[in-house]
């Protein structure tokens, strides 16, 4: 009876806890532990050894369970591994001593758009490249590996665990969270190399994958490590631009966060602090701002598992908050169709977007992007 409860719960389990490593780029694809259960129950030991395998296997099951507890706090949640309950400061040691891009030419008063790319992982890039290159065109995918010479990035992601080391380089298939996989950059600089074929449009990127925007981007509710460390990435590149002679204004923030805000309560507040952190966001990036101000522009979380309990009032707040200004554009992932559960195929990382998705999730803030600058009558 134990032996065939222990076989019904060891797919699911082992896949639960082998994707749930997957957010933290630890890739337990070929986890012994995996090896030794589907050994153990698969070929039939269990019948030859007896009892001594079923305590053997009872051990593995139980440190298995010990895992998935221990991973379920920190994936969506924190990405300390708390998950706290109070509003208590918070304080991580950043990295701030950030590189100047030594390749780009003198900018002789050229006016540039510069698109700011901020949140978690899905905002790192962490959807296949393999994947992408599987579902798309032979056309498509040569476009987004070659990469684009009119949208340049200069990136940061995870505290500078990848990044361009204060580059501005061509967008393409290698600016993700590690080797392999690609972020929301590749779609928004596909639709935005063809809006403005004749300009060169900047990005930032600055992302840390698993911290909420509570008690990391935010800590009771003011400015946090995160936040100062995001800020000081963006007046160093701005003024650095501004040095090379570049007219370079902020246009458009684009915001996929609060996957790690979907406890109860984190997400009771998400709303207040969401309001704080944009109004934090304007007031200090307001000498690089673009004539009519900068957009705000936020993709809705999934609902996916691990963004329970918490999606439906993140994204709740993030409609609310769209609807104060003309500034603030919301999108729903869900609605859009953005899925989470495909890839990989048989062993889905569910809390990342699946590569089309991903590529998708760029075009529509691409065109909320190009939606904001047509309405402040600055398109070209």
């Known amino acids: 009876m134990v032996c065939f409860l222990f076989v019904g719960m060891e797919q699911e389990n082992t896949r639960f806890v082998k994707s749930r490593s997957r957010i933290f780029g630890k890739h337990l694809h070929n986890s012994r532990l995996c090896d030794i259960m589907n050994e153990k129950l698969y070929n039939g030991d269990v019948a030859e050894e007896g009892l ?26 924190d990405g300390n591994g708390g998950d706290e309950t109070a509003d208590e400061t918070v304080v991580l040691h950043m990295d701030t001593e950030y590189q100047l891009s030594k390749n780009l030419p003198q900018g002789d008063g050229q006016r540039v758009k510069v698109i700011l790319l901020l949140g978690q992982s899905n905002a790192s890039g ?21 990469g684009y010479d009119s949208v340049l990035i200069n990136y940061c992601i995870d505290d500078h665990n990848a990044c361009s080391e204060g580059e501005f ?88 966060q609060g996957e790690s805000d979907t406890t109860e309560f984190k997400a009771d507040r998400y709303f207040d602090n969401q309001r704080a952190f944009v109004s934090y966001l304007r007031e200090d990036l307001a000498p690089y701002a673009e004539d009519g101000g900068i957009y705000f522009i936020d993709a809705g979380i999934s609902n996916g598992p691990y963004c329970e309990p918490g999606y439906p009032t993140v994204n709740e707040a993030k409609r ?7 500034l603030n554009l919301y999108f729903s992932t869900i609605d859009e169709g953005l899925t989470t559960v495909h890839e990989p195929e048989g062993d889905p990382d569910w809390g990342h977007y699946d590569a089309l998705c991903e590529l998708e999730l760029g075009r529509i803030f691409a065109r909320r992007v190009i939606e904001s600058y047509r309405a402040r009558g600055s398109a070209t």
């Open 126 to 146: 962490s959807s296949i490249v393999s994947y992408l290159e599987k579902n798309s065109t032979e056309e498509d995918f040569a476009r987004y590996r070659d």
């Open 52 to 77: 001594a395998v079923l305590n053997r296997i009872f051990r593995i099951v139980c440190w298995m369970l010990v895992a998935v507890v221990c991973l379920c706090t920190v994936s969506c949640h």
């Open 320 to 326: 609310r908050f769209g609807e104060l200004s003309p």
């Open 169 to 256: 380089v061509k967008v393409d298939l290698t600016c993700g969270a590690t080797d392999g996989f690609f972020g929301p950059e590749v779609g928004m600089a596909d639709e935005l190399s063809a809006a403005y074929p004749n300009e060169t449009v900047l990005i930032l990127k600055y992302t840390m994958s698993g911290y909420s925007l509570h008690h990391h981007w935010l800590s009771v509710g003011e400015r946090g490590s995160i936040y100062h460390a995001f800020l000081a990435f963006v007046t160093v590149n701005m003024a650095h631009l501004a040095d090379l002679g570049y007219d370079a204004r902020i246009g458009a923030i684009c915001w996929m």
